[in-house]
């Protein structure tokens, strides 16, 4: 991970068919036109699991990067119905995986969980985009902080795990809601925790930051002048080949 990279991450979430394809083709065809800057930035583009092995055999040596959006916390074979491992996404290609997002979080995954999914993951050699947020009343008590910090020391156990992590900030009040930080205040957020990180783990490496949250073509304007953010999770806007690329171009513009 080359230190000014930036990654453009697309969350499908529940939704994508084979066809769907298109819409990477799309993204695809912007990327290997955009020369200009495209030695400046990833695309990484997390569909559901019924296409993960299709289309990563599609982008395979290519310029997109195909992620899966979880997996089970236990690795290998088991006795686990509707339940897919690490290691067997590893084996259709899959080099990224995002864990934690807080859909997931809400639905029962603790820092435990995540803790063994990040542990088997990394075992895989698989990259993780891990998601932090807070929620409305963590804000509102000015929590913020000390949740996130709770929620990466829970789960990222080994200094040496950081490599592969992505860190994705995601307030959970700002998911599909249309609502971002301000500029200031997602700086502030973004330098305290790469400053806690260095700490905690005893490492002069910067761990690298994305932000997701209700990013759009608009949004993004605020987030160009954030130096220490390195790119973004995209749920909704990610689904549309046009309002994605719109992202990119906004942000370079
Ligand atoms: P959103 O979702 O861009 O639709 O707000 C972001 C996410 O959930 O990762």
Known sequence: MGKDMRYFIGNWKMFGIPSSIKIINRINQYYLKDKKNNNKYKIVIA????????????????????????????????????????????????????????????????DKILKEKISLAVKNNINIIFCIGENKKHKAKKL??????????????????????????????SIGSGKTPSTEELTKNVKLLKQFIKKRYKTRKDVKFLYGGSVDSKSIKNFKSIQKLDGFLIGGASKSSKKFIDIIKNFYK
């Not at 949740?147 to 860190?167: D, G, R």
């Open 47 to 110: 569909p559901p699991h019924t296409l993960l092995e299709s289309f990563s055999n599609k982008f395979k040596n290519k310029s997109i990067i195909i992620s899966a959006q979880n997996c089970y916390e236990k690795d290998f074979y088991g006795a686990y119905t509707g339940s897919i491992s690490p290691f067997m996404i590893r084996k259709v290609g899959i080099k990224y995986i995002i864990i934690g997002h807080s859909e997931n979080r809400a639905n029962g995954e603790t």
């Open 144 to 173: 913020t902080i000390k949740v996130l910090k709770k929620q990466i020391s829970k789960a990222i156990i080994n200094k040496n795990f950081l490599k592969k992590i992505l860190i994705a900030y995601e307030p959970v009040w």
